[in-house]
């Protein structure tokens, strides 16, 4: 099939803290990610975006084995990812990489690049020392970079250098999959252009799948094809990304289309102060962004919405009760 | 707040039981038989069998740490053979003569200390800092016990100013003044190397609190340049400094065994060392654990105050 | 984002650029104290190390006859003590003793304490639990007692002593490092290596312990000092060292029995020890002064309440512009390190009305937050230095004021609003507490009245429940709430001016929108001007009637906000918009800006942007460009513009 899924993941569930203590007592716990299901089709790319606490760092941790879900499954490729990456992570980390927020975190201060790009070489790929040389200057390359920088520190480099030292890394070993999180948002703007060219390129040369979260949703509209919105630990609307952004279904969409500042627009929203997350140790029954909604109802506090299709089309779903209209 | 405090009180109780442990496994840890140990080799025969009984010797190790413990919460911590009188007896006297000298030292390390790091610190790299840092590099590195004898050297012996020796006067003492006199030499001495130790740490913090946002906030504010220091970063510095004056207060307690050893202070310090090298370890034993257990609620204090400080620790 | 620091007027790093060992030598040496103590510390090893080939009499042998000798004696030097044998022999052979066991003590202590620290850092979870309820366990002890009850099960001994000693020093090693472990195995990297395949044991002992290391070293230098205390106080009370075999701490011992007698016998060793302490302390600190990056960096430096002002000429009689509450004039602010002047801010006009609204746009490193810090005096000296210009409030310099008109100005006739309301509250005191703080420090008024002032200035910025909000401590707000609390403090007072730098950019969208829109409507309400930091366009849009455009210290191009981004001149100007994506046009081909900003201590003659501009041409590059008036209300720094008609898009 064309379109089959690289990656599903099914019913995902991560619950943080939670359990009873040493007195029977319950622990309170968080619902980080609750009930995402989601695809990801070979070749294209998948957009998250959502803001601080919607849980789509935890999501992207546990695509990449990092994490493991308290229920539900995640599939790649037909292989069941979460026993995988439990049994054996280097099977995995040759398939699905990532790419990390924090470019100077990410590189061990004390590490010459050389070595920090011949782990996954060495680990997951077993390459002699000929072979690592040469692909090391293929990355080197690929990332637009010149080999002499193999043999400097990492405090030596620029946030944008340091940020392709990581999708070289991430690149090492020929993944299929790079889960790519918030890559450009420690960047500074004129950087974040470089970086998110070189991500573009690469994406055609070597014919990969990207999973890319971001708060920005001007930059996640650049590069995805279709875009899940996160809100609270849910998946309240995804859709392909022309149609989620030109038509957004789910109330918060909507307003995070109209809070994004844009050149030579005027803000249209009030200085109300009601921007608060639900409490996450005693989350509402309903519709988490209920307290917020101007299309709320009783019904949105008493039951969750489920993410279906809006108006027959069944790409575009969205979790609501009262959708807005297509425009 | 009080539930915070009851919690940690609970949470203090399992580290007593965790003392008492490992007190007792330290005696049990004595190579060759534990009575003759205990009562010294000249022991009669009779006397070791009697006590092999009385501790329960011939049973299993956990069912002599119950029989052990069981006796500890009735206050009997056996007797002292160099001194035929109960344990706890003679280790509460001695106990309270150290409560007197190392609570002493430990409120003048920790007033000359936070004094002296918020002096340094405010003035850095003035000579006052540079003097400050000096003196208290000397602090932390001078042999307490030696200190100890070149004071009583200089004001005891050569000057006169001071008793050399002792709590009280033998002959017509006991006053709190007497008292103060006797015990302004040995606080002095245990107290130098805990107000280095804290000078410096109040130096460092106070250093570092005075670079956060929340400062340049204050001063953005328009409030003075005093009670920034003062008010503002005084206080963020305490909560660093408080745990390390807890610790400190482990260094003082046990400082004192030398303290108490050049001016032959009554305390638990110079009975432990007795006790040591003439093998009573009975008189050990009750001696550490209540020391320890005195140092375990010291630091809940401390731990305490810290949280009062901190809304952020509760 | 681009502003990830939040330390406001951050001054740009001297990047370290070789971090080889013998750098790190240099820089010891530098430290007299530490040089000195080096020297004393290899003289006494050395000595101690030679005393087999010296030519000094056997330190154990009696000779009643020669009992309690003075210094100097002929034939005993440092004099005999009560058995008659040499002290010098015995300094030397006891100096031997207490450094071997002192620093065996230090070795064994390290190794297993970093060792468990290590592991609990790394594995977390229940083992982390395991071992430090463990290292709790026998940190309930006061330190000496615990050594004290050892030597009681084992025996006096020297032998005995130093296991006592390394022991109870586990716990301190173990701490330390667990808490560095910990934050390591937390960071990015570590689980980038996990990701290139590496095991739990490579990741441990390849990625986290060598940045571990200098943590155990300082440790290391920092304890051994008092390892040789400890063990010589353990035989200083006869638990350590047995006869005839001597370390310093015994011969101490020995000495105090005689000391009315024979002070010299206990003082000279003594006096050893201290030497010995205080030479490994000198050095150990300036072992850690070197190591510790928050040093390196001047994070340990007391910043002044006020940046100082050190103006080349004093500027004459400047009338202010008329409409500008706040002119500022040839702004030049300077960062010193060592040697180098690094010119964050080169020559800075801002201007700000009534009611209005100027941004500053800039990336990170260009000096837009130095120069809206250094109007109030709010960049940290050291090493900052307002080195030229003149900042006019309502035609008083605020460059040439004093301090406590300063401090009265702060607060009141121009406030602040920072980044991240996280760390720009203090987290010890609550909301109210603050917002009263600020209040009374402009007025005195009972604090019954500025409860009430501040439950208004709450309800101004649309906080619900503001009695209630009083009683909380900053962290128990959410970001937004925070920001809220911010601006509330702002107007504490009756300002004319808020200084905004970046204050939406650590707030989520949908918050940043809502933030925004209360600032343009608070300016509008009570006839504030702002001066807006920021680096992104969109929030320029949302807020600015002007913009001004920052390039390495010096504004490229200034404007209204409409124009500018509708038709920019500068090329920069142009790049730094074409580079970002915009909402609604997924298509538009982001255009990167090649290259990096110049480092401030190092600016060409000529313009700075024409390393990376496609137009520059030689003229750029030749002399300094000034700012140009380029149609009504705006100016360009560039002689070949963009011009109109070319267009833009």
Redesign the interface.
């Known amino acids: 099939m064309a379109d089959a899924a690289l990656l599903s993941i099914e019913k995902a569930e991560r619950v943080f803290g939670g359990g009873r203590n040493l007195f029977g007592r319950a622990r309170p716990a968080v619902h980080a990610v609750q009930d995402v299901s989601i695809e990801v089709r070979r070749g294209e790319t998948l957009g998250i975006v959502g ?2 606490g919607c849980g789509k760092s935890t999501l992207a ?1 546990m695509i ?3 994490d493991a879900p308290t229920a539900g499954r995640i599939v790649f490729d037909g292989r069941d990812l979460v026993a995988e990456a439990g049994r054996d ?2 099977r995995l ?1 040759r398939e699905v ?2 790419v ?3 470019p100077v ?7 010459t690049i050389r070595t ?1 790009l011949e ?2 070489l ?3 790929l077993g390459l002699d020392k000929q072979a690592r040389a040469a692909r090391l200057s293929e990355l080197m390359d690929a990332v637009n970079l010149a080999p002499e920088f193999l043999d400097r ?1 990492p ?2 480099f ?1 946030g944008g250098q340091a940020q392709r030292i ?1 999708i070289a ?2 690149l ?2 020929d993944p299929k999959l790079i889960v790519l999180d918030e890559p450009v ?10 970086v ?2 070189i991500l573009d390129g690469l994406k055609h040369k070597f014919g990969l799948t990207y999973v890319f979260i971001s ?1 920005d ?3 996640v ?2 590069v995805s094809d279709r875009v899940a919105v996160m809100y609270f630990g849910r998946i309240v609307e995804v859709g392909p ?2 149609s989620v ?1 030109r038509h957004p279904r789910h109330p918060y969409t909507h ?19 009601t ?3 639900p409490d996450p140790y005693n989350p509402p029954p309903g519709c988490a962004f209920h307290a917020r909604c101007p299309r709320g109802t009783d019904l949105c506090n008493a039951r969750l919405p489920r993410l279906e299709a809006v108006s027959g089309d069944e790409s575009h779903q969205a979790a609501c009760f009262h959708p807005h209209e297509r425009r | 707040m009080s539930a915070y405090i009851a919690k940690r009180l609970l949470a203090a109780i399992p580290v007593l039981f965790g003392l008492t442990i490992i007190v007792f496994l330290i005696m049990a840890m004595i190579p060759g038989d534990p009575a003759t140990a205990i009562l010294g080799s000249y022991a009669t025969p009779e006397n070791v069998e009697k006590l092999n009984r009385d501790l329960g010797l011939d049973k299993p190790l956990f069912q002599q740490y119950f029989i052990w413990l069981t006796n500890l919460f009735h206050g009997d911590l056996g007797r002292s053979y160099t001194l035929n009188r109960p344990v706890l007896d003679e280790v509460l006297e001695r106990f309270s003569a150290t409560l007197i000298l190392a609570g002493t030292a430990l409120v003048l390390c920790s007033v000359l200390g936070l004094v002296a790091g918020v002096v340094s610190a405010v003035r850095q790299f003035s000579w006052v800092d540079k003097t400050i840092t000096l003196v208290v590099l000397i602090g932390i590195s001078v042999p307490s016990f030696w200190l100890g004898l070149l004071l009583i050297l200089v004001f005891a012996v050569d000057l006169g100013w001071f008793p050399a020796s002792g709590m009280y006067a033998i002959y017509g003492g006991g006053g709190p003044l007497d008292l103060l006199h006797h015990l302004f030499l040995p606080a002095l001495t245990l107290a130098v190397v805990a107000t280095g130790v804290i000078a410096r740490l109040t130096r460092t913090a106070m250093l570092e609190v005075l670079r956060q946002d929340y400062i340049r906030t204050a001063r953005a504010k328009g409030v003075t340049e005093n009670r920034v220091i003062y008010r503002h970063a005084f206080k963020a510095a305490l909560v660093t400094v408080i745990p390390v004056i807890g610790i400190q207060a482990g260094f003082v307690l046990g400082g004192a065994v030398y303290i108490e050893t050049v001016f032959q202070w009554p305390g638990i310090g110079s009975m432990l060392v007795k006790a040591i090298s003439t093998r009573d370890l009975l008189l050990v034993q009750g001696g550490v654990l209540v020391v320890a257990a005195a140092y375990v609620l010291f630091n809940l204090a401390a731990d305490v105050l810290q949280t009062v400080l901190d809304p952020r620790l509760r | 984002m681009a502003e990830a620091n939040t330390a406001t007027g951050n001054p740009p790093r001297p990047v370290n650029r070789s971090s080889g060992r013998p750098d790190n030598l240099r820089l010891l040496l530098n430290n007299k104290l530490a040089t000195a103590g080096l020297a004393i510390f290899a003289l006494i090893v050395l000595t101690a190390l030679a005393a087999p080939l010296l030519p000094l009499p056997d330190p154990d042998v009696t000779a009643p006859a020669d009992r309690l000798f003075r210094p100097l004696s002929e034939g005993h030097l440092l004099g005999t003590d009560a058995l008659g044998r040499d002290i010098l022999s015995r300094l030397i052979w006891g100096t031997r003793v207490s450094l071997a066991v002192g620093i065996s003590a230090t070795l064994i202590a390290a190794f297993f304490g970093s060792l468990i620290g290590l592991v609990a850092g790394y594995a977390g979870g229940r083992v982390d639990t395991f071992l430090m309820r463990g290292i709790d366990m026998v940190m309930a002890f006061p330190y000496i007692l615990l050594a004290l009850a050892i030597v009681a099960v084992l025996g006096p001994g020297l032998l005995n002593a130093l296991y006592a000693i390394a022991v109870v020093n586990i716990p301190f090693f173990a701490r330390n490092i667990r808490g560095i472990a910990l934050g390591l195995s937390r960071r990015e990297f570590v689980d980038a290596a996990r990701l290139s395949g590496e095991s739990n044991a490579q990741i441990l002992f390849i990625e986290v312990l060598p940045n571990v290391l200098p943590v155990i070293i300082i440790t290391m230098s920092t304890t051994v000092g008092w390892m040789i205390l400890e063990t010589a106080g353990l035989s200083f009370l006869g638990l350590g060292a047995q006869p005839p075999q001597a370390d310093l701490g015994s011969m101490l011992g020995d000495g105090r029995k005689i000391l009315f007698t024979a002070p010299h016998v206990s003082i000279i060793p003594g006096l050893m020890i201290f030497a010995l302490v205080m030479s490994i302390n000198l050095l150990g600190d300036g072992v850690r002064d070197v190591l510790d990056p928050r040093l390196k960096s001047g994070a340990l430096t007391r910043p002044l309440a006020r940046t100082a002002v050190i103006r080349d000429i004093a500027p004459g009689d400047i009338e202010p512009s008329p409409g500008a509450v706040l002119d500022v004039r040839g702004l030049k602010t300077e960062f010193r390190f060592g040697g180098e002047v690094f010119k964050a801010v080169g020559g800075v006009d801002m201007r700000v009305g009534r009611g209005e609204c100027l941004g500053i746009v800039g990336e990170s490193g260009s000096g837009k937050t130095v120069a809206a810090m250094s109007i109030m005096g709010l960049v940290p000296t050291p090493p900052g230095r307002i080195a030229g210009g003149v900042a006019l409030l309502e035609g008083e310099d605020l460059f040439a004021v004093s301090d406590e008109r300063i401090r009265q100005l702060r607060g009141s006739a121009v406030s602040h609003v920072f980044q991240d309301p996280l760390s720009t509250l203090h987290p010890l005191f609550t909301v109210g507490d603050q917002l009263i703080e600020a209040i009374q420090s402009h007025r005195s008024m009972p604090k019954s009245r500025a409860t009430e002032r501040a439950v208004e200035l709450l309800n101004l910025v649309r906080i619900p429940n503001p009695a209630e909000r009083l009683k909380s401590y900053p962290h128990e707000l959410s970001g937004g709430m925070r920001q809220r609390v911010c601006i509330a403090m702002a107007l504490a007072d009756d300002a004319r001016i808020i200084i905004a730098d970046e204050p939406t950019t650590a707030l989520d969208v949908t918050v940043q929108a809502q933030v925004l829109a209360l600032l343009d409507k608070l300016r509008r309400e009570r006839d504030v001007g702002i001066l807006f930091i920021t680096h992104d366009f969109g929030v320029v849009s949302a807020i600015c009637d002007r913009v001004a455009v920052m390039y390495a210290g010096q504004f490229v191009e200034t404007g209204a906000t409409g124009e500018i981004l509708k038709s920019p001149a500068h090329p920069y100007t142009a790049k730094l918009i074409d580079c970002v994506p915009v909402l609604g046009q997924p298509e538009r081909r982001l255009d990167a800006i090649e290259g990096r900003p110049p480092v401030v201590n190092n600016l060409p003659i000529g313009c700075a942007f024409a390393e990376r501009c496609p137009r520059a041409q030689d003229d750029c590059r030749a002399a300094p460009i000034p700012l140009t008036e380029f149609g009504q209300g705006r100016a360009v720094r560039c002689i070949h513009p963009i011009l109109m008609e070319a267009g833009h898009g």
């Open positions: 803001e601080s941790r990449v084995g990092l992570l280097r980390s990489q990532y990390f927020q924090d975190a990410s590189l061990n201060p004390r590490k920090i782990a996954p060495i680990h997951l520190y405090h030596e620029s990581g890394r991430a090492a070993a948002s420690a960047l500074d703007v004129s950087v974040q252009a470089q998110l060219n708060h949703l001007s930059v509209e650049s990304g022309r952004f307003l995070l289309l109209q809070s994004a500042p844009a050149p030579g627009r005027r803000s249209l929203v009030s200085d109300d102060a921007a608060e997350l």
